[in-house]
């Protein structure tokens, strides 16, 4: 029977794993909770004609569904300049199947104070005709409330279970990925 040297190893990985989070643990910062959800405001074809209020530094993504394979994009006519910027826009087709309908996403951060208006357009590029449809969005943007605002310290250096601890789970997970135990 053949036979490793595991248990020595585990038990000096484990210490020097206990010794590096000693010594970067700051005891006067709170731990970090972990984030509970996504910071990005999803928005879809319901959103139309409306208006947002919405702070600054604020993420928000527009989804809207298309057809590329009919010729129909949609593009941006206005991205809601003063106030707001767009970051990215990608297709998404999810069905691999000739005509199926795909979802155009477009990120946004609202970059300053003011009010703007994003313009969507569902068309032909190559056409001169009008879009089949719009998406407008008017946009309200507003200073974040000072008293609102909270910073999370850095993360802790091996809090692999991000519950903003050093804990012996955190050490059994980590022993367990570089030896590769299950």
């Given at each position: 029977m053949k036979t490793r040297p595991v248990p020595s190893l585990l038990i000096g990985?484990?210490?020097?794993?206990?010794?590096?989070?000693?010594?970067?643990?700051?005891?006067?910062q709170?731990?970090?909770a972990p984030p509970t959800q996504s910071t990005v405001l999803q928005l879809d074809e319901k959103a139309s004609g409306t208006t947002s209020d919405?702070?600054?530094g604020q993420l928000f993504e527009v989804a809207l569904v298309?057809?590329?394979?009919?010729?129909?994009?949609?593009?941006?006519?206005?991205?809601?300049?003063?106030?707001?910027?767009?970051i990215d826009d990608v297709s998404e087709y999810t069905v691999a199947m000739p005509g199926a309908p795909g979802v155009r996403r477009?990120?946004?951060?609202v970059k300053e104070e003011g009010t703007g208006t994003i313009t969507l357009a569902y068309r032909r590029p190559?056409?001169?005709?009008?879009?089949?449809?719009?998406?407008?969005?008017?946009?309200?943007?507003?200073a974040p409330a000072t008293e609102l605002l909270s910073f999370a310290p850095p993360a802790l250096v091996g809090d692999v279970d991000g519950d903003g601890k050093l804990t012996i789970?955190?050490?059994?997970?980590l022993l367990k990925a570089v030896v590769g135990l299950r």
């Open positions: 990985m484990a210490a020097l794993l206990m010794a590096a989070a000693a010594a970067t643990a700051d005891p006067s709170p731990a970090a919405m702070v600054v298309e057809n590329a394979s009919t010729g129909y994009r949609w593009e941006v006519q206005s991205e809601g300049a003063p106030p707001c910027k767009l477009f990120l946004f951060r190559w056409e001169t005709a009008p879009p089949i449809q719009t998406f407008t969005l008017t946009l309200q943007a507003k789970t955190d050490v059994v997970l």
